[in-house]
C-alpha cells in the first residue's frame, strides 16, 4: 500500500540553527501539508502545497518557515533559525482530494 | 476560535462494549469530515469519513452519525477492542481547504 514518508524519523538541533524536514508523499496525490504537534497539544495544521505553490498557510507558518517541491518527489519542510517553542512532532501528509494520509512524523527537538 | 471540538478529552469503555466519540463543529461551510486514529509516536491514520450529504456511513465496527443540523457527529466502535485504544481526531474540511482537526479523545479500552 502507497504510504507517505518522513525523514529522519528523529532530529535534535540547537536554537538559531536551519532544519530541513524531508518528505516522500505519495506519487499520484496533488495536495501536500504539514502539521505539527506539541506534545499534549493538539494537531496543529501549518500549511498546504498544491500547483507548486502554497495554497494556504497558518499562523504559525511565519517567515521562518518555507516549503519546498524541489524534484517533483519530494516535499520539505525548511525552519531557517529553530526556536525553543519549534519542538513538536511534524507530520507531513498528502492527498488526493479530502483523505489525507499521513507520515509517521519527525521528532524535532530544539535546545 | 476552535472550529472543530472534542469535549471529552478521554474515554474508558470495556471490551466488547461500544465506545461512543462524539465530536462537534461551528463552520456551516463544511462539507467533509473524516475520523483519524492516532498511536503514541506514530502519524495519524485514516479511520472513516462522511460526505454532508450523508447521514451515516459504516465501515466494518466502526460507523459515523452525522447531524448537520446540531452541526454534531459521533463515531461509534462496536464491539470496542483492546488495539482501539488511541486517540481519535475529528476533522473537517470544506472543498479544496485544508483540514481542520479537533483537539482529540483519548480511548482506553479495559481487557
Known amino acids: 500500500e502507497p504510504e507517505v514518508t518522513q525523514t529522519p524519523s528523529h532530529q535534535v538541533t540547537q536554537m538559531g540553527q536551519e532544519v530541513i524536514l524531508r518528505c516522500v508523499p505519495i506519487s499520484n496525490h496533488l495536495y501536500f501539508y504539514w502539521y505539527r504537534q506539541i506534545l499534549g497539544q493538539k494537531v496543529e495544521f501549518l500549511v498546504s502545497?498544491?500547483?507548486?505553490?502554497?495554497?494556504?498557510k497558518s499562523e504559525i507558518f511565519d517567515d521562518q518557515f518555507s516549503v519546498e517541491r524541489p524534484d517533483g518527489s519530494n516535499f520539505t519542510l525548511k525552519i531557517r533559525s529553530t526556536k525553543l517553542e519549534d519542538s513538536a512532532m511534524y507530520f507531513c501528509?498528502?492527498?488526493?482530494?479530502?483523505?489525507?494520509?499521513f507520515g509517521s512524523g519527525t521528532q524535532l527537538s530544539v535546545l | 476560535d476552535q472550529q472543530v471540538k472534542q469535549n471529552s478529552p478521554s474515554l474508558s469503555v470495556q471490551e466488547g462494549r461500544i465506545s461512543i466519540l462524539n465530536c462537534d463543529y461551528t463552520?456551516?461551510?463544511?462539507?467533509?469530515f473524516l475520523w483519524y486514529k492516532k498511536y503514541p509516536a506514530e502519524g495519524p491514520t485514516f479511520l472513516i469519513s462522511i460526505s454532508s450529504i450523508k447521514d451515516k456511513n459504516e465501515d466494518g465496527r466502526f460507523t459515523v452519525f452525522l447531524n448537520k443540523s446540531a452541526k454534531h457527529l459521533s463515531l461509534h466502535i462496536v464491539p470496542s477492542q483492546p488495539g482501539d485504544s488511541a486517540v481519535y481526531f475529528c476533522a473537517a474540511k470544506t472543498s479544496y481547504d485544508k483540514v481542520i482537526f479537533g483537539p482529540g479523545t483519548s480511548l482506553s479500552v479495559i481487557p
Open positions: 463552520n456551516s461551510m463544511f462539507d467533509y
Open positions: 501528509a498528502s492527498s488526493d482530494w479530502a483523505k489525507l494520509f
Open positions: 502545497f498544491y500547483n507548486n505553490e502554497i495554497s494556504e
